[in-house]
């Protein structure tokens, strides 16, 4: 055994072996994989082995598309074999409105990504597969470049190529323990001996949370089983001269395929799931499958036998039943952990055959800092120590139950919840907000009136639609107060804290008692981090940015503290605020304060510490909504009073609760960009048209990368759409963006601009596209709308509102 090596991956499954194959493609072959047992032996060697194109998170379509062409025509080339990978096409069908909205949805995302999506007739089928009943299909995609394959033999060549390559495998060996040495490396202990590395990557399938352990780290997942069933040969089939597609749908919850000359079939429970060791791995388990059980699959399978009878009339071969991870939010878990150094996840994939290929993307990752895809929804760290066991365990029953069920935008369902909640939680039920979630935070998204008290699963403009005019109606014409707790939020201080910054931050730092948006980049130009700074003294600074980011961000910062006399302090379950805004805000804030508050006294983008009541609190004179606003931050602790107070005196002027919706709305309306949306890790602020906030002149990490993708051009860049139809839905992110019948890009997000009446996004184009008033079509759930290209924000483009 090797004493040291750059890289030492844990666990030999498919997402290990991937890894380990890929950063040897990288050109590093220091890199070693070590197996307790044989290389497959936990999940990967009894799954079903498939491999599709129909999903809905353009990351994971993204991994799964490469993953197809990795089995189909990467492997077989390198190793001069014939492909092993069945590429029977994949057939879903679907039985609602909402489902054909999706698809739609689907199919247009899925031009940006290149593979073949199709919606088909009935007809056209039947004759993809001649058994399956498609009489109560609404509708019907049909993926040709689908299929599956056995995983081991894929598994085995990848690795037998790695160690070609100069990687090293140790089979039968055991990690007993990882410790953290001085210098930042790992010590590996196994059975075997130990092995210093620079990084170690927990692979580890069931057994991940046990390694997680090791270096005091939660891997979030929750092992369930599953089953399938292997049929004898029925004579139709016999007859074939093809192979039939996958096919799965909402109503069975189950994939069917060909398996030789029978059936394999393999529900997913909509109901009585099964976890399975909660009290922990056995580190003997290996190789295992669990004891058949039928009766929990007989209300499936018998909706299985009316759409597909000839499996009604075969004999069963065998069942498998075996353990498979799930996550929170069923997106495996790959990258960093936070709090440590160059220690990675991969692991927690439910379907890990299909998302093999992510070993492309984290070899990039590790390698170079970022990938060439946005691997944000991924990211181990969107998980703090909130996701406890108790949420995991029913977050991952939700995971595994509505694996096939129909997807919308607004789908908000009440699994673990609530499970963070800001101190107005319980006072805005009683105003009627229904909140939506975002790791694990409870934010409002509109308030119920006594004439919409719900909304339904669409693709389309729900019932919540002529609520959110009302309350974007009530910000422009008098105020509105929005719940603003759900945001990441960082004291940074110390003797250093302003070079710190400004070594992170690619805009000028603002002046004492201003705020400044900025973006941190890294080394190879993504960004990384979307921040608004406010300076409360010399060395003294606020941070705000996005929930869903929280632990990557301090990650960032702690990571890149070396040499710098700073503290970081996460003050994102400690501090609260509310941002009030809109003509009357200010009106309704002075009796709230002695303070000077007039336009000459407290100008836009002005920070201070001022007393509210009896509140001392930041109050920041900016509004994401685009009027007159004002952010009020203060300790957890004395929001509910101050909300309360405002309440009292505005309502009598106009004031209203508004949520997310109409933020967004608004924040559309006025051309701002988002993170997770326009800023994404694989492309930098330049392209994103934020030149403005980027200041080349000065230091800071990513500013050589950026000064060469100015140098060389762009491949991409950000455009602002104004739709010229009354087509009443809304743009979601990736869907493909037409211009005379040219695809020329896709949308990154969008909302109906209640302020202007027009539906708006934003969309990244090929830059010699961009001109105003450019017509273009867009491909949505609904069909192909027509939109133009403005350069001004469709909303106060002069700011006069802001600072008035």
Not at 108 to 115: K, P, V
Not at 234 to 248: G, K, M, S, T, Y
Not at 457 to 483: M, T
């Amino acid at each position: 055994m090797k004493s040291h090596a750059r890289v030492v991956i844990v666990g030999g499954g498919s997402l290990g072996v991937n890894l380990l194959y890929h950063l040897t493609r990288e050109g590093w072959d220091d890199v070693v994989l070590v197996e307790k047992g044989e290389l497959t032996s936990g999940s990967t060697w009894h799954a079903a082995g498939l491999c599709s194109n129909f999903i809905g998170n353009h990351t994971v379509a993204h991994i799964h598309n490469y993953t197809i062409r990795l089995y189909n025509e990467i492997l077989p080339e390198e190793t001069g074999e014939q492909s092993i990978f069945h590429q029977t096409g994949s057939v879903r069908q679907g039985f609602t409105e909402v489902e054909e909205q999706w698809f739609r949805n689907l199919e247009s995302r899925s031009r940006s990504i290149g593979f073949e999506f199709n919606i088909v007739s009935k007809e056209e089928a039947r004759k993809l597969n001649p058994f399956m009943n498609f009489d109560k299909a609404r509708v019907i995609a049909s993926t040709p470049n689908d299929g599956h394959v056995d995983p081991t033999s894929v598994v085995m060549p990848l690795a037998k190529l790695a160690r070609q390559a100069g990687a090293e495998i140790y089979r039968h060996t055991r990690v007993t323990a990882i410790n953290e040495q001085r210098n930042g490396e790992w010590e590996v202990v196994t059975d075997k001996g130990t092995i210093t590395a620079e990084h170690v990557v927990n692979a580890a399938g069931c057994f991940a949370p046990e390694v997680g352990a090791m270096v005091g780290a939660r891997v979030p997942l929750i092992n369930l089983e599953h089953q399938y069933i292997v049929t004898e040969s029925h004579p139709d089939i016999e007859a074939l001269d093809f192979e039939l597609p996958v096919c799965r749908d909402s109503y069975s919850s189950a994939y069917i395929r060909q398996e030789g000359k029978g059936f394999l079939v393999g529900p997913y429970e909509m109901w009585g799931s099964r976890p399975w060791a909660l009290d922990g791995m056995d580190w003997d388990f290996d190789r295992e499958l669990f004891e058949p059980n039928l009766e929990v699959l007989m209300p499936f399978l018998e909706r299985c036998f009316e759409l597909t009878p000839r499996f009604e009339e075969v004999g069963v071969k065998s069942v498998v039943n075996g353990p498979i991870t799930h996550t929170p939010d069923d997106n495996i878990l790959a990258g960093p952990i936070a709090g440590l150094n160059n220690f990675w996840n991969l692991c927690g994939a439910s379907i890990g055959i299909a998302q093999g290929g992510i070993g492309k993307f984290m070899a990039q990752w590790m390698k170079y800092g970022q990938t060439e895809i946005n691997m944000a929804p991924l990211d181990t760290r969107r998980f703090g120590d909130w996701a406890e066991r108790k949420y995991c365990i029913i977050k991952a029953i939700e995971s595994y139950e509505a694996m096939y069920a129909a997807a919308a935008p607004n789908d908000n369902r009440p699994h673990g919840r609530p499970r963070r909640c800001s101190p107005l939680y319980a006072r805005l039920l009683e105003h009627g907000a229904v909140h939506g979630v975002v790791q694990g935070y409870e934010k409002p998204l509109w308030f119920q009136t006594d004439a919409v008290r719900r909304e339904s699963l669409s693709w389309a403009h729900s019932e919540a639609h002529a609520v959110v005019a009302e309350e974007c109606a009530a910000v422009r014409d008098a105020a509105g107060v929005i719940d603003i707790s759900g945001s990441a939020k960082f004291e940074v201080t110390g003797p250093d804290a302003a070079a710190f910054i400004d070594r992170l931050s690619c805009n000028r730092l603002p002046a004492v008692g201003h705020i400044g948006l900025s973006l941190f980049h890294a080394t190879g130009g993504g960004i990384m981090c979307e921040m608004s700074i406010s300076r409360l003294a010399e060395n003294h600074f606020y941070l705000i940015s996005a929930i869903g980011s929280e632990h990557k961000d301090l990650h960032w910062m702690q990571r890149n503290r070396g040499g710098f006399d700073v503290k970081i302090e996460n003050l994102t379950d400690d501090y609260s605020g509310i941002l009030l805004t809109g003509p009357k805000a200010r009106e309704i804030l002075q009796q709230m304060t002695e303070e000077d508050l007039s336009n000459t006294a407290f100008r836009w983008l002005a920070v201070r510490e001022i007393q509210i009541d009896s509140a001392t609190v930041r109050l920041i004179r900016v509004s994401y909504a685009g009027e007159l606003g004002y952010e009020l931050h203060m300790p957890s602790w004395q929001l509910l009073s101050i909300y309360d107070s405002m309440w009292r005196r505005g309502e009598p002027l106009g004031l209203r609760d508004f949520g997310g919706y109409a933020f967004n709305s608004m924040r559309m309306e006025k051309m701002y960009r988002a993170y997770g949306h326009e800023f994404t890790e694989e492309i930098s602020g330049l392209e994103a048209g934020m030149d403005r906030f980027i200041d080349l002149e000065r230091d800071f990490i990513g500013r050589d990368n950026l000064r060469e993708r100015r140098q060389a051009g762009f491949a991409i860049e950000l455009a602002y759409l104004v739709f010229d139809d009354d087509l009443p839905c809304e743009c979601f992110g990736n869907e493909a963006v037409y211009h005379n019948g040219e695809r020329i890009g896709l949308t990154t997000g969008g909302a109906f601009g209640h302020r202007v009446g027009k539906s708006l996004a934003f969309a990244y184009l090929k830059p010699d596209t961009i001109r105003d008033g450019l017509e273009l079509t867009v491909d949505t759930s609904l069909g192909s709308r027509s939109a133009h290209i403005e350069m001004a924000p469709a909303y106060d483009p002069d700011n006069a509102l802001l600072r008035g």
